[in-house]
């Protein structure tokens, strides 16, 4: 098993243009996770689902939109990119609600805005 | 609402002494914590977790945290550093029904030789 994978490892962007980030897990889980990870803020939640078809806000989820069309993927879009977005973004996943379950990470994207 | 607070955002422990990370609680309902250890390049994996059962959780490569809710506290501790422990490790706190987990800003660890 893969376990959870993101897509791509690094890019840079300039100020305005727009991407999107894939996360996959093959773990079959209901709960899936974006969080962005800055120096000296740990990690903060952006965006999360709890089954295929289904969204929520989570921390900081301005200037990010999700999709999960597929229980497997979820899909992190930067609609505009700012130089405020550049940071660490990690994918997790998890079988059952995050107060009991361990949550899964995927290896990082690395993305810079100038 | 639910956060956790770690103290001391760089830590350096000698090899082979006792590793010693502070993390401290708030939470309107009885708290699940976690803590997860992040090497270098790479995603977090998690280390233990306490879910009201036992109060002395053990975790992964000889690491415990014992939960003091008189304390509002849940320290991770390894008795004896080894270099491969070098990386940043992370508390996180959810409740009963949570979806979420809220996650503190680390603590960096170093091991001198």
């Known amino acids: 098993n893969a376990g959870v994978t993101q897509t791509p490892k690094f890019r840079v962007l300039k100020t305005g243009q727009s991407m999107t980030l894939l996360c996959a897990q093959d773990?079959?889980?209901?709960?899936m996770y974006w969080y962005r990870q800055d120096p000296g803020m740990g990690l903060r939640l952006i965006h999360y689902?709890?089954?295929?078809?289904?969204?929520a806000k989570g921390e900081v989820p301005d200037g990010y939109n999700v999709s999960r069309l597929k229980k497997q993927n979820f899909l992190l879009g930067l609609e505009s990119a700012a130089p405020s977005q550049t940071s660490v973004y990690f994918c997790?996943?998890?079988?059952?609600?995050?107060?009991?379950?361990?949550?899964?990470f995927g290896p990082g994207t690395r993305l810079t805005v100038l | 609402a639910q956060s956790v607070t770690q103290l001391g955002s760089h830590v350096s422990v000698s090899e082979g002494a006792l590793v010693l990370l502070r993390c401290n609680y708030s939470?309107?309902?009885?708290?699940?914590l976690f803590w997860y250890v992040q090497y270098p390049n790479q995603g977090l994996q998690l280390l233990l977790k306490?879910?009201?059962?036992?109060?002395l959780v053990k975790g992964i490569n000889g690491f415990e945290a014992e939960f003091k809710k008189s304390e509002t506290s849940f320290h991770l501790t390894k008795p004896s550093a080894h270099m491969s422990d070098a990386a940043e490790y992370f508390c996180?706190?959810?409740?009963?029904?949570?979806?979420?987990?809220?996650f503190g800003t680390g603590t960096r660890l170093t091991i001198i030789p």
């Open positions: 997790a996943s998890s079988n059952q609600l995050a107060y009991t379950d361990t949550q899964y």
């Open positions: 773990m079959n889980h209901e709960y």
């Open positions: 689902s709890v089954g295929e078809g289904t969204t």
């Open positions: 939470s309107s309902v009885p708290p699940y």
């Open positions: 306490y879910t009201s059962a036992a109060t």
């Open positions: 996180a706190v959810s409740g009963f029904g949570n979806e979420k987990l809220t």
